[in-house]
């Protein structure tokens, strides 16, 4: 069963920042590549960013290029977000999967960005 454990949530101020953690388990992580998706009120879930699982080879949505960081430590099992110039539209509950996604997501982190 997939287990997913997403962390380091909560609310700032726009132009602020945050890290998000995610741990998943060992069978995952080991052959898969890992990605961050996040689902808005009221909108379908979307791809945030992906990484490889050798993280020779990362890729971002356009609306978040430049201001967000996809990094993975292997040893650890754990996949980040770096999320810097944080801006209203990015509230949302994050949430990491491998890529393609499996069934069986965590129950996600929530990001809030408002003033």
């Known amino acids: 069963q997939v287990q997913l454990v997403e962390s380091g949530g909560g609310l700032v101020q726009p132009g602020g920042s945050l890290r998000l953690s995610c741990t998943a388990s060992?069978?995952?992580?080991?052959?898969?590549?890992m990605g961050w998706y996040r689902q808005a009120p009221g909108k379908q879930r979307e791809f945030v960013a992906t990484?490889?699982?050798?993280?020779?080879?990362?890729n971002y949505a356009d609306s978040v290029k430049g201001r967000f960081t996809i990094s993975r430590d292997n040893a650890k099992n754990t996949v980040y977000l770096q999320m810097n110039n944080l801006k209203p539209e990015d509230t949302a509950v994050y949430y990491c999967?491998?890529?393609?996604?499996?069934?069986?997501w965590g129950q996600g982190t929530q990001v809030t960005v408002s003033s």
């Open positions: 990484i490889e699982r050798a993280r020779t080879t990362t």
């Open positions: 999967n491998s890529v393609p996604p499996l069934p069986g």
């Open positions: 060992a069978t995952i992580f080991s052959i898969r590549a």
